[in-house]
């Protein structure tokens, strides 16, 4: 059965409106999901940051000051926020978490792109480092470390972070690149960027879905071949004359701009295990990607409007921001949150002295040449 779309575009527009005296009910329908975002990492963990030379941080951002604007600028922000963060420890005796500053993907091409040649040979340069001037690496070979490795080398997750935790905003199940237990996060995106993309609540509606993305590899692959496994490419050329889609390859990337429909393919969406995103989205399967407008006309206008409802809430969309200052809820905070719930380690975690568990000498040979 297919639903009038206006009405239900109009109808968004008042339920936004009493959208305050209907929130403690809609949580109470999805569990803990709000109070899980509302969570106060403080008093829940403890990390110690590691003081690394120069080189490996704030010298490659004086090269390009681009890094502290490019999609993958979480892991400058992160260091900032831990260094004056109430979780941040000087006695790592007592610490929970050790969190290496390490900019591996602040090395870009003239188009603003990352390289990750370079970034395999930083990264065990840093991991050598901290391995030699303290003990805490070696007690556990890095299973209570966290490193901000937001994209991951491109031939899979280095050898030496077998046993670390990552923070990546890399998501893609059954990937080389996505390590089990990691924390995704999502793209940062300048506040400035965000503030000027604000519009007010009661703004008509004239677009069903809106959708962004890369559709043909055509860097890579001289013959245009599909990007993203032409899941994006089938919406382009399926729906590019449909009015009710907004289809882009300019729009600044994001998961959160006041969306009114979620596709997504076979991906770990940021902060899976406290947003609710199967209540907030829907979910496609790729086979299914030319019936979309199909799909989405069908679902019931309760529906889209309970998603569009939760959507909404306040702390889904700060639980996707990098603000500066940081502010309670935000991004940061869910990550600090996504690593107290791993607490407490496994003891089984510790290794006996002389026990090794890595293998340093395992991947390709240009990785192992010093940096």
Not at 149 to 161: F, H, M, T, V
Not at 246 to 258: A, G, R
Request: some cysteine; proline content about 9%.
């Amino acid at each position: 059965m297919e639903y009038d779309l206006t009405s239900v575009l109009q109808t968004e527009t008042t339920y936004r409106k009493i959208a305050d005296w209907h929130w403690p009910f809609v949580l109470s329908n999805l569990g803990s999901a709000g109070d899980v975002l509302e969570d106060d990492p403080v008093g829940r963990l403890k990390v110690f940051v590691y003081e690394l030379p120069s080189k490996y941080n704030k010298k490659i951002l004086q090269k390009d000051p681009r890094c502290l604007t490019h999609m993958f600028a979480a892991e400058i922000f992160m260091h900032r926020f831990l260094l004056s963060s109430p979780v941040r420890t000087l006695n790592p005796e007592e610490a929970d978490w050790f969190y290496t500053p390490v900019y591996t993907t602040c090395d870009l091409t003239p188009n603003g792109l990352p390289l990750p040649f370079k970034s395999p040979r930083m990264m065990r340069s840093a991991i050598q480092l901290i391995s030699s001037n303290w003990p805490y690496w070696n007690r556990t070979e890095g299973a209570d470390h966290f490193f901000v490795e937001e994209k991951a080398i491109e031939r899979g997750i280095l050898p030496l972070l077998q046993r670390a935790t990552l923070v990546q905003t890399f998501g893609q199940m059954n990937h080389v690149c996505l390590k089990s237990g990691s924390i995704t996060i999502p793209p940062y995106a300048p506040p400035q960027k965000m503030q000027a993309h604000l519009i007010p609540p009661d703004t008509p509606r004239s677009i069903f879905v809106y959708f962004r993305g890369l559709f043909y590899d055509v860097g890579n692959d001289p013959e245009g071949g599909y990007y993203a496994r032409g899941a994006r490419a089938s919406v382009w050329e399926n729906f590019k004359d449909n009015p009710l889609f907004d289809i882009s390859t300019e729009h600044p990337t994001t998961y959160y701009e006041d969306m009114q429909r979620a596709v997504f393919y076979d991906i770990v969406l940021p902060f899976a295990d406290a947003i609710p995103w199967e209540e907030i989205g829907v979910f496609v399967a790729e086979k299914d990607v030319p019936n979309l407008d199909t799909i989405l006309t069908s679902i019931p206008p309760e529906v889209i409007l309970r998603k569009q409802r939760l959507l909404a809430n306040p702390s889904m969309k700060q639980a996707m921001l990098f603000p500066q200052p940081a502010q309670s809820g935000d991004a940061f905070h869910q990550i600090l949150n996504g690593l107290a719930r791993k607490l407490p380690h496994d003891r089984s975690i510790y290794l006996k002295p002389g026990v090794k568990v890595l293998n340093w000498t395992a991947g390709p040979v240009a990785d192992l040449k010093p940096w």
